[in-house]
Nanobody, 122 residues
Framework: QVQLVESGGGLVQAGGSLRLSCAAS????????MGWHRQAPGKQRELVAT???????NYADSVKGRFTISRDNAKNTVDLQMNSLKPEDTAVYYC????????????????WGQGTLVTVSH
């Protein structure tokens, strides 16, 4: 079974930086798009950034110029470098990936991590 495990969340002051990491493990065959979403208290989960296996990236307007997504295809990892953090970036951040495995019948299915909390103080 494929799992995604996030790390790197925590408490930071406004204007600071954090780097989130996510690693996929298990009997996987291939990973297509990987990404990060976030969910703030009382709000719906929203897209933060995605990156394809070829390196094409997409960002939410609210994080453009501040966040950078990257991945290592050989290690099955995806990172999110977050700079110039704002209090409104406070949320639980979830890693997700489209993963093909024997268990999925070699189809790409979405897999989610358990989430990591990022808190940005004023």
């Amino acid at each position: 079974q494929v799992q995604l495990v996030e790390s790197g969340g925590g408490l930071v002051q406004a204007g600071g930086s954090l780097r989130l990491s996510c690693a996929a493990s298990g009997s996987l065959f291939s990973i297509n798009t990987m990404g990060w979403h976030r969910q703030a208290p009382g709000k719906q989960r929203e897209l933060v950034a995605t990156i394809t296996s070829g390196g094409n990236t997409n960002y939410a307007d609210s994080v453009k110029g501040r966040f950078t997504i990257s991945r290592d295809n050989a290690k099955n990892t995806v990172d999110l470098q977050m700079n110039s953090l704002k209090p409104e970036d406070t949320a639980v951040y979830y890693c997700n990936a489209d993963v093909a495995s024997k268990a999925s019948g070699w189809r790409y299915l979405g897999v989610w991590g358990q989430g990591t909390l990022v808190t940005v103080s004023h």
